[in-house]
């Protein structure tokens, strides 16, 4: 966790370049143990992109027995949930209602390329948290999955697929938190929900965040920073930026001000309960954000899967 002083450091994306050295022995060791096909005549696409694999390889810092042992428990918990199908068969309308308690897509990117997330603690007020509170834990475990799914299937891969600089691979997220006009005792209330949402990002979707900047943090942040600091591993602790109430600057560094939210001292008027707002080249390809269990793939488009 670093203060506003700190300049946010940029994590490296890495290149999928085929032939690389480790990234290869790594798919050897997984096709080895049943957990990776790659592409073969009867079947052009392999079983996990590059992408996706060199996420596993980021978070065990290369260390490829280490990153075969975190890849072997998600395809398990994967498999556990099976979430193939609890993604394909969702609910639309149920899908769309959960984007309410989450971090949500604004539509925009960062100066990467990098897709901007936002989650407003204070929109998820008493009369949401009821709700919330009314779901089975199973029901609400589900509801986070598919949203991550939402995130890995659809809008990484159609930013990827949009021009950034630097052309490397887009595979995770910049979030802002916004912690303005939230009590200690709503944090509380909520914070087993968060702690679902962030270590199961951390378990089974590596290296999906990037920097996340932590914004209008009140007075207690300290104590809640001690209650959650275990949610995340090292890396990605370091790249969490805790601001005051003038967060500005440190944002409009990492994001153009057309891309950026007005209440966050940019210029695009957006806010959490809006749906995405796409930019230009996003609006080249689709012509608003797709509802429900999509995915997004370079040559296909948008693929519906319900």
């Not at 060791?29 to 052009?44: E, I, M, N, V």
């Not at 990117?109 to 998820?124: E, M, T």
Request: net charge negative; proline share 6%; aromatic share 10%.
């Amino acid at each position: 966790m670093t203060g506003q002083s700190s300049v946010a450091a940029h994590s490296d994306q890495g290149q999928n370049g085929v032939g690389d050295p480790v990234l290869e022995a790594f798919k050897g060791k997984l096709a080895s143990d049943g957990l990776y096909r790659p592409p073969a005549h009867h079947c052009a696409q392999a079983s996990h992109d590059d992408t996706t694999l060199m996420r596993f390889l980021r978070a065990r810092q290369y260390d490829i027995t280490n990153a075969q042992k975190q890849f072997a428990d998600s395809e398990a918990w994967r498999k556990r949930y099976d979430v193939d199908n609890l993604y394909k068969d969702f609910s639309v309308d149920e899908m769309e209602s959960a984007r309410r308690f989450y971090p949500r897509w604004t539509g925009r990117r960062d100066k990467r390329g990098l897709p901007v997330y936002v989650f407003r603690l204070a929109s998820l007020d008493e009369s949401l948290r009821k709700e919330l509170d009314a779901l089975s834990p199973e029901r609400r475990y589900q509801r986070i999955i598919v949203l991550h799914e939402t995130m890995t299937r659809f809008v990484l891969p159609f930013c990827d697929y949009l021009p950034h600089e630097p052309p490397t691979p887009v595979s995770s997220v910049v979030t802002i938190i916004d912690l303005g006009n939230v009590s200690l005792s709503a944090m509380w209330a909520l914070r087993t929900h968060l702690q679902q949402a962030s270590t199961m990002a951390t378990a089974y979707y590596p290296e999906t965040l990037d920097t996340t900047v932590v914004i209008n943090s009140p007075a207690f942040f300290s104590t809640i920073w001690g209650w959650i600091k275990g949610w995340f591993d090292e890396g990605t602790r370091r790249k969490i930026h805790v601001l005051g109430k003038s967060p500005s600057d440190f944002l409009r560094h990492l994001i153009a001000a057309e891309d950026l939210p007005t209440v966050y001292g940019g210029d695009l008027p957006w806010i959490f309960e809006d749906e995405p707002c796409l930019d230009s080249e996003a609006l080249k390809v689709v012509k608003e954000m797709p509802k429900g269990p999509v995915a997004f793939v370079a040559g296909q488009g948008v693929i519906t899967l319900t």
